[in-house]
């Protein structure tokens, strides 16, 4: 787990990607965020329970702004496995955030608060049919409901995207959004032949995910890595699984043909005298019916 974790952080950390991925999924493709406007944001905070204080730390965040005024704080959380209590967690994470920014504006630190929005991005096969909204994790009691604000969470699933959806992709999430919605539903993979601008991050994701090693293999085996595409590595792979199939191929040809020497070989010495049909079954690892059956000795 926590290789797909760093996996996905490495590659969703570029600007260009991360840009990419809120415009699709918020925006429908509208280029609204430039990635020269992102800048990383702190990743950790901290709350405390049962008089302790723990720390949580988001997967990718970043601070939108303009001329060095945050415009907004937006952040991406890879989910693998299906979380019942997801929009808890989430809420935590933008709270504290909140938090933070009330703490800083109390203390002249903060000229202006923002909105925080963070996505779940879900790679995982299990359809979820789980909380997607904060008052959907509890029961709220009759007559409360008008007084409980609840919080919807803004989910994505990467199996359920569409060929169109998938389009609207620019960065190398593209490749990484074909490959695992071809993955998770079981249907043929046919990779764009668009040049990767992070080729060794997409791979390392794409292997961990899909447990894998081809792929990984066959991108080190490549004298030149610059500007690659999934097709030419993807076709590597194919290539090799024929070539693969061919050696089998020859490899039982060349046993079938061993035997059947063999066979002759015995079927002379029973002719010539020298053995019995029943030791040369024997020699054959064969009965005595299945040897006159091969040979053609029957009668």
Known sequence: MAQKDLTTKTLESYNEVFADIVNVLLFNGKRLIEPDRLVSAQ??????????IYSQERDVSKFWQNANINIALLGVENQVAVDELMPLRIFSYDGAEYRNQYRLKKNGKLKNCYPVITLVLYFGSENWNYS???CSCFEVPDGLEKFVNDYKMNFYAVKDMTDADIEK????????????????NKKSYHPTNRRLEHPEEVIDMISVFSGDERFRNEYNSMSEKGGITMCEIYDKILRQGEEKGIEKGIEKGIEKGKAEGILMTLVSLVKKGLLTISQAAEEAQMSVEEFKLQSGLIG
């Open 43 to 52: 990743k950790d905070s901290h709350y405390k329970a049962d008089g302790k």
């Open 169 to 184: 992709f620019t960065s190398d999430f593209r490749v990484i959004a074909e490959f695992f919605n071809a993955l998770l």
């Open 132 to 134: 997607k909204n904060l």
